[in-house]
């Protein structure tokens, strides 16, 4: 990871606040200097609200005794006193958002860090809004943890600290009357943090929700209104909204109550103190001025105390979204233990009695394949919808690892190569075409292909014949395409996705219902290039359109997770089979 320290290996971590709290704080350690300096303006800011209340024993002293000197030092004191405390706020302030702000950055690195390396089970199971809310809006909540809260945390409970010491300082006696209160404070702050995490783990599951909701809405937009969908997902939206508002008025309400009920238990102690003062007895020999600024002393933490109870919200918030930040850092990397690279492979491909099933799927999605593709040579999966194609051609760059069985390319089983190392000698193209919103050029030359020269991108999007439509654009290879593609059909994002897979020149070809999006000119250019780019090459081609893969050198009908029949394509239509019945189907329909 590139911030913050590793995560502790996979599993759950504890519940316990302190566990997280830890954990936290550990990303803390590389801005120790700054925190330090955070602490250093807490301490002074507590220093001055302290000695604000001490002053005032020689307000009193300058009221009684007003002489030119004791109004210079009462001036001057008043100034330096708020002087001092100013320079506190500014270095506990800044200092702490320093901190809390790298914190956050190298949070939300290690979390996309960690995504990028999280095998494809995961994205499976987790919604893609849901992971865009973690980065966001959960990382936004350990912010408020790592920075208002703990400012407050330490300004104002240093500052009740400083209050305390002077008051057990002047009287001990009268202290120990206001402290009475204290357990039923921590009584009233126990019950609202145990509350404020509950709720705020809702909340953090309802902004996934919402998250969720509006990004396949926008994303879907066309579908929506083309079928009538706008009610539908503004109730579905409606919805997840509404229960997000629920939760968040009852974290406050929360809020809203446990404060004015501290703040009158501070009360009652201050009423209870100035009772007890009275006495002569518990008064002792102490001047007006000494009780004057012990009662300023006891009435000046009423604030500090409701603000580090009211922060409680904001920590368990934090709390909770650290805690579901680190079970996404927890989680397993895929397997990569190989550690056999090569810069190219001739291309051999091995299949022996593979099997594979989903993680929560009893049945397996394939079962006991056997093929072999000499290197350069062309195979092509057929088969109904749900046969096991796709599942098949995935297990080769590893998307997913098969359960039974063995895989070799070269002689080498995938777990010995490196997965950078496997993946380098694969090209893949699939029906569901993926763009980025940036160039042309920058989508045909992406990721590892970025170095390449203009010419030679220029030269695989001439093979893709995605040159008659680029060189109409009005900044040809330097066009935005916008989301995803928007600017371009169907046919021309396909021939894009081919021309990335003709850029790589990888010794492996996986073309995933390449053609599916072309119209019939398009295919058959495509079809010229496609048979110029596999000469030896390995391709392994799942073909819907029967018409396109009728060179192919071995043909393998697929159903239900079996191999029924192989060979090429006349030895097939002769054999009168399964092959010959799509075939006849799709023949029929095209008449």
């Given at each position: 990871?590139?911030?913050?320290?590793?995560?502790?290996?996979?599993?759950?971590?504890?519940?316990?606040?302190?566990?997280?709290?830890?954990?936290?704080?550990?990303?803390?350690?590389?801005?120790?200097?700054?925190?330090?300096?955070?602490?250093?303006?807490?301490?002074?800011?507590?220093?001055?609200?302290?000695?604000?209340?001490?002053?005032?024993?020689?307000?009193?002293?300058?009221?009684?005794?007003?002489?030119?000197?004791?109004?210079?030092?009462?001036?001057?004191?008043?100034?330096?006193?708020?002087?001092?405390?100013?320079?506190?706020?500014?270095?506990?302030?800044?200092?702490?958002?320093?901190?809390?702000?790298?914190?956050?950055?190298?949070?939300?690195?290690?979390?996309?860090?960690?995504?990028?390396?999280?095998?494809?089970?995961?994205?499976?199971?987790?919604?893609?809004?849901?992971?865009?809310?973690?980065?966001?809006?959960?990382?936004?909540?350990?912010?408020?943890?790592?920075?208002?809260?703990?400012?407050?945390?330490?300004?104002?409970?240093?500052?009740?600290?400083?209050?305390?010491?002077?008051?057990?300082?002047?009287?001990?006696?009268?202290?120990?009357?206001?402290l009475a209160v204290g357990p039923l404070i921590g009584a009233v702050v126990s019950y609202a943090s145990k509350r404020f995490r509950?709720?705020?783990?809702?909340?953090?599951?309802?902004?996934?929700?919402?998250?969720?909701?509006?990004?396949?809405?926008?994303?879907?937009?066309?579908?929506?209104?083309?079928?009538?969908?706008?009610?539908?997902?503004?109730?579905?939206?409606?919805?997840?909204?509404?229960?997000?508002?629920?939760?968040?008025?009852?974290?406050?309400?929360?809020?809203?109550?446990?404060?004015?009920?501290?703040?009158?238990?501070?009360?009652?102690?201050?009423?209870?103190?100035?009772?007890?003062?009275?006495?002569?007895?518990?008064?002792?020999?102490?001047?007006?001025?000494?009780?004057?600024?012990?009662?300023?002393?006891?009435?000046?933490?009423?604030?500090?105390?409701?603000?580090?109870?009211?922060?409680?919200?904001?920590?368990?918030?934090?709390?909770?979204?650290?805690?579901?930040?680190?079970?996404?850092?927890?989680?397993?990397?895929?397997?990569?233990?190989?550690?056999?690279?090569?810069?190219?492979?001739?291309?051999?491909?091995?299949?022996?009695?593979?099997?594979?099933?989903?993680?929560?799927?009893?049945?397996?999605?394939?079962?006991?394949?056997?093929?072999?593709?000499?290197?350069?040579?062309?195979?092509?999966?057929?088969?109904?919808?749900?046969?096991?194609?796709?599942?098949?051609?995935?297990?080769?760059?590893?998307?997913?690892?098969?359960?039974?069985?063995?895989?070799?390319?070269?002689?080498?089983?995938?777990?010995?190569?490196?997965?950078?190392?496997?993946?380098?000698?694969?090209?893949?193209?699939?029906?569901?075409?993926?763009?980025?919103?940036?160039?042309?050029?920058?989508?045909?030359?992406?990721?590892?292909?970025?170095?390449?020269?203009?010419?030679?991108?220029?030269?695989?999007?001439?093979?893709?014949?995605?040159?008659?439509?680029?060189?109409?654009?009005?900044?040809?290879?330097?066009?935005?395409?916008?989301?995803?593609?928007?600017?371009?059909?169907?046919?021309?994002?396909?021939r894009l996705a081919i021309a990335r897979a003709l850029l790589k020149d990888a010794p492996i070809l996986i073309l995933d219902e390449?053609?599916?999006?072309?119209?019939?000119?398009?295919?058959?250019?495509?079809?010229?290039?496609?048979?110029?780019?596999?000469?030896?090459?390995?391709?392994?081609?799942?073909?819907?359109?029967?018409?396109?893969?009728?060179?192919?050198?071995?043909?393998?009908?697929?159903?239900?997770?079996?191999?029924?029949?192989?060979?090429?394509?006349?030895?097939?239509?002769?054999?009168?089979?399964?092959?010959?019945?799509?075939?006849?189907?799709?023949?029929?329909?095209?008449?």
């Amino acid at each position: 990871m590139s911030s913050g320290p590793e995560s502790e290996g996979p599993g759950k971590i504890p519940e316990g606040s302190w566990h997280t709290y830890k954990r936290l704080l550990r990303y803390v350690k590389p801005f120790w200097i700054a925190f330090t300096l955070a602490i250093i303006g807490n301490v002074i800011y507590a220093a001055a609200s302290t000695g604000m209340a001490a002053a005032m024993e020689y307000v009193i002293k300058a009221i009684e005794n007003p002489t030119d000197q004791n109004r210079l030092i009462l001036t001057l004191l008043i100034v330096g006193v708020f002087a001092f405390r100013g320079l506190g706020t500014f270095m506990s302030q800044y200092f702490i958002s320093y901190v809390g702000r790298n914190v956050i950055n190298a949070l939300r690195t290690d979390v996309f860090d960690r995504m990028l390396t999280l095998p494809s089970r995961y994205f499976d199971d987790n919604a893609a809004g849901r992971l865009v809310s973690k980065l966001t809006f959960n990382v936004e909540q350990v912010a408020e943890a790592a920075t208002d809260a703990i400012t407050i945390t330490f300004r104002e409970g240093l500052t009740i600290v400083g209050l305390l010491g002077y008051m057990l300082y002047t009287n001990w006696k009268l202290t120990l009357v206001f402290l009475a209160v204290g357990p039923l404070i921590g009584a009233v702050v126990s019950y609202a943090s145990k509350r404020f995490r509950k709720i705020s783990k809702r909340i953090q599951g309802s902004m996934g929700d919402i998250t969720h909701v509006a990004s396949e809405s926008i994303s879907g937009y066309r579908v929506v209104r083309t079928f009538g969908g706008e009610d539908f997902e503004r109730k579905r939206f409606q919805k997840v909204s509404e229960s997000n508002l629920k939760q968040s008025l009852k974290m406050s309400s929360t809020q809203a109550i446990s404060v004015p009920v501290i703040q009158v238990l501070v009360a009652i102690a201050i009423a209870a103190l100035v009772w007890t003062m009275l006495s002569p007895t518990i008064r002792g020999e102490m001047s007006t001025g000494q009780l004057v600024a012990f009662i300023t002393a006891a009435t000046t933490m009423a604030k500090p105390i409701r603000q580090v109870t009211s922060v409680h919200s904001k920590i368990q918030k934090g709390l909770a979204a650290a805690y579901d930040v680190f079970e996404t850092l927890d989680e397993r990397s895929e397997l990569d233990f190989g550690i056999f690279a090569p810069q190219r492979v001739k291309g051999d491909i091995e299949f022996r009695d593979v099997g594979f099933s989903y993680r929560d799927q009893l049945d397996n999605v394939l079962n006991n394949i056997s093929l072999t593709v000499p290197a350069g040579q062309s195979v092509a999966l057929v088969g109904r919808s749900g046969s096991g194609k796709s599942t098949l051609v995935s297990l080769l760059p590893r998307f997913y690892d098969y359960t039974d069985g063995e895989i070799r390319i070269d002689g080498h089983l995938l777990e010995d190569f490196t997965l950078q190392a496997l993946r380098a000698q694969i090209a893949l193209v699939t029906q569901s075409v993926v763009l980025f919103n940036d160039t042309i050029a920058a989508n045909i030359a992406y990721g590892a292909l970025r170095d390449c020269s203009p010419e030679a991108i220029r030269d695989a999007a001439d093979k893709a014949h995605a040159l008659e439509f680029i060189d109409r654009m009005p900044e040809g290879l330097n066009t935005m395409i916008g989301d995803n593609g928007v600017m371009l059909s169907g046919g021309q994002r396909q021939r894009l996705a081919i021309a990335r897979a003709l850029l790589k020149d990888a010794p492996i070809l996986i073309l995933d219902e390449a053609t599916s999006a072309l119209d019939t000119e398009s295919e058959r250019y495509i079809q010229n290039a496609m048979e110029t780019v596999m000469k030896g090459r390995t391709t392994l081609v799942i073909a819907h359109r029967l018409s396109t893969i009728e060179n192919a050198d071995c043909i393998l009908v697929m159903d239900n997770g079996r191999i029924v029949e192989s060979g090429r394509h006349q030895e097939l239509l002769d054999q009168g089979g399964a092959y010959a019945q799509l075939h006849q189907m799709q023949f029929s329909e095209h008449a």
